[in-house]
């Protein structure tokens, strides 16, 4: 559960802010992806919803942030940590480098939180079937290719069971399918153990058919908020620097030739398409 | 391509199980007794009764002679080429053209080896034995900070990989026309542009890698747990007690002798 | 050697790359290329994709040197790639990395994409001009004074390419040139690749952006296991889903919606689609 009230946010030594007015409610088990282009403030919010902003990058904060029933400003990053998860671009900075196998790896947050021994190898285990890394249990982190890497950064958070999971585009690295599994998961997070799921992508087709609600960032401000169906067929997309799916651009370039002139709701995903052109 | 500096070595075998604490003050013993030991040879007695007995029961003798014989022989020779043959004044027992070789000098250079080899063997011998992180986690459990426990356990990984940064941005520059094959100079200068981009990407490394600790609970405080189960025994706990009293022994009696002389005087 | 004095001609003249049955092993004992050939004729846009470990970083390091074949020979031109280093082959072959940090080693930008130039010994005039061309091609011709570290990192990658662009090389690779990119960056790439071809230059890239690849490169090569599983015109590779599920691909989104609509022809841009279906109707 997020509540953000009217937060506005700028970097140290910076004149305009990198989030402006930004208020938003987030409910448990909801799934929301938060796209922009890039520099619009995506990974600013992510940075707050985790407690990195501001207490990680100073620079000045206003309004509120309650995460997962903590007051965020008011708190501190040792008491944030177990209540949001924070999985960010490039996997190779996220290994810790104290230890010596994937399997540690995942363990040291339980570690960490004092996660008795017995529980902590069952949901280590549990993970490693789940992140398909069983096979690569014992070798080096640093000896992953970035793939799998990207995989046990995001094994590495999910195994500490946060009420929160905060993404920062963790797919970048990943090829087509393992991209699509990695959605597939997290909004199975949502929906069967009610976690509360941010993630800024820019891969919109898969956006488009897993995210519970899109949020659009434009200029530190959120400019448009609801289901991937309305926000991502909308003719605004492109004036943020976003370029909507191929499935909605034939089918507004279709429309422009005369084609099916009548339908008001473009299609955003594979499905809708079909049954558009059909 | 290697992912860790560490330079252990996984055996099954009774010093592998040892408790990291047992064989840290097995090594300190060594190395007490063979810096206080007195005398020009009771140093290499350390070093073949105790030192070398231990890497043979650790299945690791012939790894680790032969990194001792690296590590230890360029230092040698030049102790026993300095000291023996530079010694100012002393009793010369053989003379090779203007040079002559010292009694004394030769004494030292005997100690000042002994001291070595038994350092660097010692060191050697846990290194080669103890997974890194097992003993982190020991000191840990006694209260060494965990935070420079991190920094030890993560620069021994992390170096092997600034080495392949450095490789990745040399084979960049190469690919845009910089020559890096060639004479010393030509290396030389090949290498200037690769400090920046190292320094620069490891500063923005070092950031994200703090984020991700964090994420990962490492500020917390109150009780860890851990994986990895160290074992311990009492008669190992007994054990330490002793090689604790004896390293306090041998460096009383060494102060005793030291002082002894001037007390009668 | 036989490059010297050739240099400023490189860029018009023509330069296949010729790659026969190549074998590669890490010293790690990863067999990352089994018995690859390929050819690309001058002037050919050509993707290769596949999932993460298929080989495709392997096979075009290949390209310019930096691995030499296990096995086999790779030829660029008349150059066997065996026989000269990595430094000679860079007037011919242009390599823009993938993590635009292990690239950058100037203090401005400018001087960042005149480091190629400079080092493959461009005429001074020769070397501000395609500076200022390939500045102004990525649309930084504005932060040429700047540090390249404060820009961002989508910008630094940007830097990159134009570093390589200034080489007017005959033959440029891509590691991945859309990663971190938003829609605009996305688009700016395709153009630059487009001008590429446009100009007769030769283009490869590595890329797991699949929709990219079918709106800008002719050729697709898809990689499983250290080998070359398709190769052919990207319309007829890019449909074969099986061929591609393999590897971790999927077909690009318009070909899997005029498969679901069983369409005669898979087109692959918005254009050729709408003309099929608003077309047929």
């Given at each position: 559960m997020i509540r953000l009230r009217d937060v506005?946010?700028?970097?140290?030594?910076?004149?305009?802010?990198?989030l402006a007015d930004v208020t938003l409610e987030i409910p448990a088990g909801q799934f929301c992806a938060v796209i922009g282009a890039n520099g619009a403030g995506k990974s600013t919010l992510c940075y707050t919803l985790a407690g990195f902003v501001p207490h990680f990058y100073r620079g000045k904060l206003s309004g509120g942030v309650e995460v997962a029933g903590v007051d965020v400003p008011a708190s501190s990053l040792a008491k944030l940590a177990g209540h949001v998860g924070l999985v960010f671009a490039n996997p190779f900075n996220q290994i810790t480098g104290a230890r010596f196998s994937v399997r540690e790896e995942i363990a040291f947050g339980l570690e960490n939180m004092g996660v008795p021994l017995d529980e902590m190898e069952a949901r280590v285990e549990d993970i490693l079937g789940f992140a398909g890394l069983r096979d690569l249990a014992e070798r080096s982190p640093?000896?992953?290719?970035?793939?799998?890497?990207?995989?046990?950064?995001?094994?590495?958070?999910?195994?500490?069971?946060?009420?929160?999971?905060?993404?920062?585009?963790?797919?970048?690295?990943?090829?087509?399918?393992?991209?699509k599994e990695v959605f597939a998961v997290l909004r199975d997070l949502a929906a069967t153990d009610a976690a509360t799921v941010v993630l800024a992508e820019q891969k919109l087709e898969w956006v488009a058919v897993f995210a519970d609600r899109v949020l659009v960032l434009h200029e530190g401000r959120i400019v448009a908020d609801g289901l991937p169906g309305d926000v991502l067929a909308s003719a605004d997309l492109t004036q943020y620097g976003l370029q909507p799916t191929r499935y909605t651009q034939v089918a507004r370039a279709a429309q422009a030739a005369g084609f099916r002139a009548d339908r008001h709701d473009l299609p955003v995903t594979l499905e809708e398409a079909v049954e558009f052109f059909r | 391509m290697s992912t860790s500096f560490s330079l252990y070595i996984p055996r099954e075998s009774g010093m592998h199980r040892l408790h990291p604490l047992t064989k840290l003050a097995l090594v300190a013993f060594c190395l007490v007794l063979g810096l206080f030991l007195p005398g020009v040879w009771l140093t290499y007695l350390v070093f073949l009764l105790i030192i070398v007995p231990l890497a043979a029961w650790a299945g690791v003798l012939p790894?680790?002679?032969?990194?001792?014989?690296?590590?230890?022989?360029?230092?040698?020779?030049?102790?026993?080429?300095?000291?023996?043959?530079?010694?100012?004044?002393?009793?010369?027992?053989?003379?090779?053209?203007?040079?002559?070789?010292?009694?004394?000098?030769?004494?030292?250079?005997?100690?000042?080896?002994?001291?070595?080899?038994?350092?660097?063997?010692?060191?050697?011998?846990l290194t080669f034995t103890t997974r890194p992180d097992g003993l982190m986690l020991a000191l840990s459990q006694r209260g060494f900070p965990n935070s420079i426990a991190y920094i030890m356990l993560a620069t021994m990984q992390i170096v092997?990989?600034?080495?392949?940064?450095?490789?990745?941005?040399?084979?960049?520059?190469?690919?845009?026309?910089?020559?890096?094959?060639g004479n010393l100079l030509v290396r030389l200068?090949?290498?200037?542009?690769?400090?920046?981009?190292?320094?620069?990407g490891s500063i923005v490394d070092i950031e994200e890698r703090a984020i991700a600790l964090e994420v990962r609970a490492f500020g917390r405080q109150g009780p860890k747990t851990s994986l990895l189960v160290l074992r311990d025994t009492p008669a190992q706990r007994v054990l330490r007690w002793l090689l604790l009293l004896g390293m306090l022994a041998v460096i009383g009696w060494r102060l005793y002798l030291a002082i002894a002389p001037r007390l009668a005087a | 050697m036989k490059d010297d004095g050739q240099r400023p001609t490189e860029a018009r003249a023509p330069m296949p790359i010729v790659v026969e049955d190549v074998s590669f092993t890490y010293p790690s004992g990863t067999?990352?290329?089994?018995?690859?050939?390929?050819?690309?004729?001058?002037?050919?846009?050509?993707?290769?994709?596949?999932?993460?470990?298929?080989?495709?970083?392997?096979?075009?390091?290949?390209?310019?040197?930096?691995?030499?074949?296990?096995?086999?020979?790779?030829?660029?031109?008349?150059?066997?790639?065996?026989?000269?280093?990595?430094?000679?082959?860079?007037?011919?072959?242009?390599?823009?990395?993938?993590?635009?940090?292990?690239?950058?080693?100037?203090?401005?930008?400018?001087d960042e994409v005149a480091f190629g130039p400079r080092r493959l010994g461009q005429p001074a005039a020769?070397?501000?001009?395609?500076v200022a061309a390939a500045l102004a091609t990525v649309g930084l011709t504005e932060a040429a004074k700047t540090h390249p570290y404060d820009l961002t990192a989508p910008q630094r990658k940007l830097v990159t390419l134009a570093s390589v662009l200034a080489m007017r090389t005959p033959i440029v690779i891509f590691d991945e040139p859309t990663m971190g990119q938003d829609a605009r960056g996305v688009a700016l790439i395709g153009d630059i690749v487009d001008r590429l071809k446009a100009e007769g230059r030769t283009v490869l890239t590595i890329t797991h952006d699949i929709d990219f690849c079918a709106a800008h490169f002719g050729r697709a090569i898809v990689m499983a296991d250290g080998q070359v599983l398709a190769d052919g015109p990207a319309a007829d590779v890019l449909t074969r889903a099986d061929v591609l599920a393999t590897t971790n691909v999927e077909p690009p989104q318009l070909v899997r919606l005029a498969q679901a609509l069983r369409l005669k022809r898979a087109p692959l841009t918005v254009e050729e689609f709408v003309a099929e279906v608003v077309g047929s109707e």
């Open positions: 506005t946010y700028f970097y140290p030594r910076a004149t305009t802010p990198a640093f000896a992953l290719s970035g793939g799998q890497q990207q995989r046990l950064a995001i094994a590495s958070v999910l195994v500490m069971r946060p009420p929160v999971i905060v993404l920062d585009e963790p797919t970048s690295q990943l090829d087509p399918i393992g991209s | 790894p680790f002679l032969r990194a001792a014989f690296k590590t230890a022989l360029p230092v040698v020779i030049s102790v026993f080429l300095v000291q023996g043959l530079f010694w100012p004044g002393g009793t010369p027992i053989l003379h090779l053209g203007p040079l002559s070789l010292k009694q004394e000098g030769l004494q030292f250079a005997i100690r000042s080896a002994g001291r070595f080899i038994t350092v660097v063997s010692s060191f050697l011998l092997p990989r600034f080495q392949a940064k450095a490789n990745t941005i040399l084979d960049a520059q190469r690919s845009r026309g910089l020559e890096t094959e200068r090949a290498l200037l542009p690769l400090v920046q981009p190292l320094l620069l | 067999h990352a290329l089994r018995g690859v050939s390929l050819r690309v004729s001058p002037g050919e846009a050509v993707a290769i994709v596949g999932e993460n470990g298929a080989g495709k970083t392997t096979l075009v390091k290949h390209l310019n040197g930096l691995l030499k074949p296990g096995t086999g020979r790779v030829t660029i031109g008349d150059w066997d790639t065996r026989e000269h280093t990595v430094a000679k082959m860079a007037a011919r072959v242009g390599y823009v990395f993938q993590n635009p940090d292990d690239q950058i080693v100037e203090r401005t930008v400018g020769e070397q501000q001009a395609n």
